[in-house]
């Protein structure tokens, strides 16, 4: 399988493409629907952002409680779709990837490639392999939202299948 | 008249949620085996069902949650009006079997105010039936119900005129606009007649029963199967990926219902089934 490495580097971006299979290795930032309502609310106001999401991908997940000894507990994609309302406002302002589950708006699509980015899908259900995949976790915004907070990941040969690339391919469309 | 403890309940609650959350039913995973092998070589069906089978033998070995999400906490009491329940309220003692296997266990926490979204940081309350039965024994039910799944649930009041095909027609519209966002191959559960309320209770109760049964009225059974053939060549395949496995299976449960009225509730669960039973 393709090795990839995160954050992406653009000529990573134009390489993929949808229906590749791929391990992903590196930095990933955690967000779900309400880390995403806020960040958003945080845009509108003009606060600034307890960290900078230019750049990097976001993992729409929300982990297990680690057990002693490990850096996570499961840890699995949830639906990408509850985050279409927010993810082009992000693709415009610098986010490059994303990694969820399920088919994204017509919306979302046209953005990841207007902005050369990328989506891709984990396995929707395998919490624990994923979870043994994540080798760091911090905790780096809204700890009010427990599971739902911005997580740091450091993740190491993340299973996942390109779902929709930057030329405007998508697994979905078959 | 038996008496049964409530501190009874609470531990078997207890560990019906540790033994639930870790592990997918017997004949769930004996069903993606069977579809893994039925996906063609070298696509991403298959990838995705090996994956999920390798994920369920990490989660087995290692004891973590199959599924990050650890679910709201569904649970099924049939108690029998001949026990005499003792000790603190039933409510009580089944949230606290919740709370202690959520916090001790290292589940996922996911329930939280419909409104303002703040979690209640325990995964209580729990979603508790009860159903009085005849006898003298409890049983229990624990379904941990994701909600990626749930979220594409559906109800459905047809008129009467719709009949057997409305129906059908019914449970295959719930997966195919459901699409790839509740983690297929699915299962549904249905509820078929009853009122509002009685028909959503009977899709959820339905998927309570053994994948790959089926119903012992042949005229349900018979929905069933035309249902989940039908799904199956809708062609979303595992993970919305395309394929010749979209359904794992089509649960079906009836009630009388109105002469005016035919609703049919579509419960979507993900591939991930776990349920555990236990008789007190």
Known sequence: ?174 | MRRIHTEEIRDAVYKLAQRACLSLTPACRAAMQTAAAAEKSDSAAKFSLETLLKNADIAAKEQMPVCQDTGYAVILAEIGQEVFLEGGFLGDAVDEGVRRAYSDFYFRKSVCDPLTRVNTADNTPAALHTEIVPGDKISLTFLPKGFGSENMSRLYMLTPAKGRTGIVDAIVETVRLAGSRPCPPVICGVGIGGTFDICAFLAKKALTRPLGSQNPREDVASIEREALEKINSLGIGPQGFGGSTTALGVLCETAPTHIAGLPVAVNIQCHCMRCEKVIL
């Open chain 1, 1 to 174: 399988m393709k090795k990839v490495k995160l954050p992406l580097s653009e000529e990573t971006i134009q390489s993929l493409r949808a229906g590749e299979s791929v391990l992903l290795s590196g930095t990933v930032l955690t967000g779900r629907d309400c880390a995403h309502k806020r960040i958003c609310e945080m845009l509108d106001s003009g606060t600034p952002l307890p960290f900078d999401y230019k750049g990097q991908t976001i993992y729409y997940a929300g982990p297990c409680p680690a057990p002693r000894g490990k850096a996570c507990g499961s840890c699995g994609p949830t639906t990408s779709a509850r985050m279409d309302s927010f993810a082009p406002r992000l693709l415009a302002t610098g986010l490059k990837g994303m990694i969820g589950k399920g088919e994204r708006s017509e919306e979302v699509c046209k953005s990841i490639v207007k902005n050369k980015a990328v989506y891709f899908a984990a396995i929707g259900g395998a919490g624990a392999l994923y979870g043994n995949a994540i080798k760091k976790s911090e905790l780096i915004a809204f700890p009010d939202l427990l599971s739902e907070g911005v997580y740091k990941f450091e993740i190491e040969d993340f299973p996942c299948i390109v779902a929709i690339d930057c030329h405007g391919g998508n697994i979905y469309s078959h």
